[in-house]
């Protein structure tokens, strides 16, 4: 399964990587670190080239944690598919100019139907869990075992949030009448006139968001009413008598 990306990266065996051999896994890290990813300083590679040693399953996890990895070193396979998109970007950006006059493949007699991505979709593909994982990192969602869960709580997350209709909106900050908190009774003192202050302001808000959503219920209330206030009747469904 690692294959495409193994061969992008001019690995020495690309077809035959096995990731559960232990030693060729190790081998396929410190490979990537030595050539193409180069996080750490040659001097600071020592334990994770150290492949024979017993601590080297440590010395793979602080690697990971230093890398920012969203896997951990019980996700073998998801793990080293990170870190081989991780190289092949790097390598990318050490060669921009080598692959930008790269010629795209010829388009297939089918292009004129545009493809569906999802049709072929794996959900229990490396490549789709980390996507998935390293897309809800960057929005802040929970984990979930299920990660067509995940991507659905992303597309909605998207949908709600950063949809050009939510940023457009967002972006339209809406301005406040000056409100005079003397002219307002809180019903109840404090002690401190500072904190009598902040508990009006918090009561002025909390009547705000009680109109919105006072609002948003007669908006419900006037919709279902404009279906049920004109019901259609079938006369075939009526009989006369027993």
Request: with cysteine.
């Amino acid at each position: 399964m690692f294959r495409r990306k193994l061969t992008a990266l001019d690995y020495h065996n690309p077809n035959g990587f096995d990731c559960t051999d232990e030693t060729q896994f190790r081998n396929c890290i410190v490979w990537l670190e030595d050539q193409k990813i180069r996080h750490y300083k040659i001097e600071d590679r020592g334990n994770l080239r150290n492949i024979p040693s017993s601590d080297w399953p440590k010395a793979y996890q602080k690697y990971l944690q230093d890398l920012n990895c969203p896997f951990g070193v019980q996700e073998r396979q998801e793990a080293v598919d990170w870190l081989l998109g991780l190289a092949v970007r790097y390598e990318y950006g050490d060669n921009v100019e080598k692959y930008r006059n790269c010629q795209p493949l010829a388009a297939s007699g089918n292009s004129d139907k545009a493809a569906d991505p999802l049709v072929n979709l794996d959900s229990n593909s490396p490549d789709f869990k980390a996507g998935v994982t390293a897309l809800s990192n960057i929005l802040k969602i929970q984990r979930h075992d299920d990660y067509l869960v995940m991507l659905k709580a992303i597309r909605i997350l998207i949908q709600e949030r950063l949809s050009p209709e939510a940023i457009n909106k967002a972006s339209h900050n809406r301005e406040g009448i000056p409100v005079a908190l003397d002219k307002h009774i809180l019903g109840f003192d404090t002690g401190d006139a500072t904190l009598n202050e902040a508990a009006q302001i918090l009561r002025l808000l909390h009547i705000e968001e009680l109109r919105e959503l006072q609002t948003k219920i007669n908006e419900a209330i006037v919709a279902v009413q404009a279906i049920i206030a004109d019901p259609k009747t079938d006369y075939r469904l009526g009989k006369v008598g027993r």
